[in-house]
C-alpha cells in the first residue's frame, strides 16, 4: 500500500536557523513528488514536483531533494513568513490518486 | 488571472441537510477533484473527475455526491447521510494526465450545527 509519512509533525526555528523536513515514502513505482505549503484557513500552494532520484529544485530559501526513499525540503535561512504546515505527496504507478502526508507545521520565531 | 475558486468560504448545516459545495475553474483543466482535510490529517480524496460528464469515488465517497456537466465547474453536495461532515473541504484541477501537479482552490470551511 502507498504510503507518505512526514517528520517532524511540528519545528520551531529561530530566524536564521537552518533546517529540513523529511517526507518518507512507500509506493509502487514513483511517477511524481510534490510540495505544498499550506497557511492556516487557506488552500495548499504548489511548491515543487520532483520525478526522480538525485533531482533537486530550489525556490527562494527552499531547496527540495529526492532519493529512492524519502524526499527533504531544506530551508535556509528562514523568515517568520516561512511558518506554515508543509505537505508532501506522492504518485504511484498503482492509482491515479495523490497520497498525501499529515504534513509538518512549521513556526519561524523572529 | 487564472484559478480556482470555491464558495462559499464558511457554511453551516443543520442535521439533516444536504449542501452543495461550488468549485470553479478557468485554467482550462481537464481533471479536477474534491477532498477532505481534518485536523492533523493527511488530504483524503472524495471523488474526482477526469473528464465531463464522467467522476470516479475516492477513498471517502460514501455520504457525498458530484456532477461535471461543464469542464471548469465540479460541485460537490454533502448529503444527510454523511455521518461526520464538519471539515475543511478543499478542490483542485490539473492537467490530464496522471502525474501532473495538481492546484488547489481556497477551500470551504463546512460545520454541522
Known amino acids: 500500500e502507498d504510503q507518505v509519512t512526514q517528520s517532524p509533525e511540528a519545528l520551531r526555528l529561530q530566524e536564521g536557523e537552518s533546517s529540513s523536513l523529511n517526507c518518507s515514502y512507500t509506493v509502487s513505482g514513483l511517477r511524481g513528488l510534490f510540495w505544498y505549503r499550506q497557511d492556516p484557513g487557506k488552500g495548499p500552494e504548489f511548491l515543487f514536483t520532483l520525478y526522480s532520484a538525485g533531482e533537486e529544485k530550489e525556490k527562494e530559501r527552499l531547496k527540495a531533494t529526492l532519493t529512492k526513499k524519502e524526499s527533504f525540503l531544506h530551508i535556509t535561512a528562514p523568515k517568520p513568513e516561512d511558518s506554515a504546515t508543509y505537505l508532501c505527496?506522492?504518485?504511484?504507478?498503482?492509482?491515479?490518486?495523490?497520497?498525501f502526508g499529515s504534513g509538518t507545521r512549521l513556526l519561524v520565531r523572529p | 488571472d487564472g484559478g480556482i475558486t470555491q464558495s462559499p468560504k464558511y457554511l453551516f448545516r443543520k442535521e439533516g441537510q444536504n449542501v452543495t459545495l461550488s468549485c470553479e475553474q478557468n485554467?482550462?483543466?481537464?481533471?479536477m477533484y474534491w477532498y477532505r482535510q481534518d485536523p492533523g490529517q493527511g488530504l483524503r480524496l472524495i471523488y474526482y473527475?477526469?473528464?465531463?460528464?464522467?467522476?470516479q469515488k475516492g477513498d471517502i465517497a460514501e455520504g457525498y455526491s458530484v456532477s461535471r456537466e461543464k469542464k471548469e465547474s465540479f460541485p460537490l453536495t454533502v448529503t444527510s447521510a454523511q455521518k461526520n461532515p464538519t471539515a475543511f473541504y478543499l478542490c483542485?484541477?490539473?492537467?490530464?494526465?496522471?502525474?501532473?501537479?495538481?492546484?488547489f482552490g481556497p477551500g470551504t470551511r463546512l460545520t454541522v450545527l
Open positions: 505527496a506522492v504518485h504511484g504507478d498503482s492509482s491515479y490518486k495523490l497520497i
Open positions: 485554467l482550462n483543466h481537464d481533471a
Open positions: 483542485a484541477s490539473s492537467s490530464l494526465g496522471a502525474y501532473n501537479e495538481q492546484f
Open positions: 473527475s477526469q473528464i465531463v460528464n464522467d467522476f
